[in-house]
């Protein structure tokens, strides 16, 4: 199935789930549709996609595995959070042009009844920025380190993927309460960025062949709080520095996604649990909005103001066009892309 061409925008593009991965998502497991754009009804509303959130949460919802939500099933349009825009309303709060959040999905136009959409400021000047540093993967990084990590001044912090939408948000936020901030990053490139824009202390290359080595020696006091978003070798190399009473907070594990079966080797399960009773380690996994959704105003009050006067920066890469959205997914997962990934569907009318 090819993506490369858009189709009659008088009809809705939809790109559905065509099978499910086995392993990294491969073109086939996409389809390309269209049908009429729909029509809202009563208490209804019509939206038009604006920006597409890509996020690695969507990969487990590809696969028919037990987790936190349903699956998707073979056939329905992918999941996915949107910045979009109202085209027409049946619903009294939203009016034609509002721009809102929601859970369009990678389709064009969605009908909503307004439950779970967010209206955003028309006028603001990166509407993206709802689906990253002012939405879920921010308000998942500004809760998960202040109400689980607890941080401390003075204390060691450890990000992994330190420049993706979470990592960034945890060690700016992390900067706020005056933690010595340790990035985890893909690459040269990366690592600059986490130290000399995001304000990170150091940042160390995941990709070196002496990774676990350069770790140890950016902690010499040890690591208070690791911000879990990755697993695999990372957590690894962190699970030793661990301190005393060290927590972590859990919300992803992007290097296990595509995985069909556990890692070779010994199982370290014993030495897991060993650790988190010998160091009487606090780790808890979350999920956003199940657990933390009535903090969101009090979140975007606080990040809004950081994010406007400068204390807070973010990254973003854009894919152009809803047909390039699974290339850029993929990419997402392999790493590949720099900063929070978003496809532009359309323009702001």
Known sequence: MSFDKAQNQQQNRQIKLASRPHGQPKPDNFELTTSDIPKPKDNEMLLRTVYLSLDPYMRGRMSDAKSYAEPMEVGDVIVGGTVAQVVESNIDKFAKGDLVVSNSGWQDYSVSNGEGVLKLDKD???????????????????????????????????????????????????????VRSVGIAGGKEKCDFAVNELGFDVCIDHKADNFAEQLKQACPDGIDIYYENVGGKVFDAVLPLLNAHARIPVCGLVSQYNATELPDGKDRLGLLFRNVLSNRLTIKGFIIHEEYGNHFPEFLKTMSKWVESGEVKTKEYVAEGLNEAPNAFVNMLNGDNFGKTVVKVSDVE
Request: charged share 5%; aromatic share 8%.
């Open 124 to 178: 603001m000047a990166h509407p993206s920025y709802g689906l990253g540093v002012l939405g879920m993967p921010g308000f998942t990084g500004y809760m998960g380190l202040t109400d689980i990590g607890k941080p401390q001044k003075g204390e060691t912090l450890v990000v992994a993927a330190a420049t993706g939408p979470v990592g960034a948000t945890v060690g700016q936020v992390g900067n706020q309460f005056g």
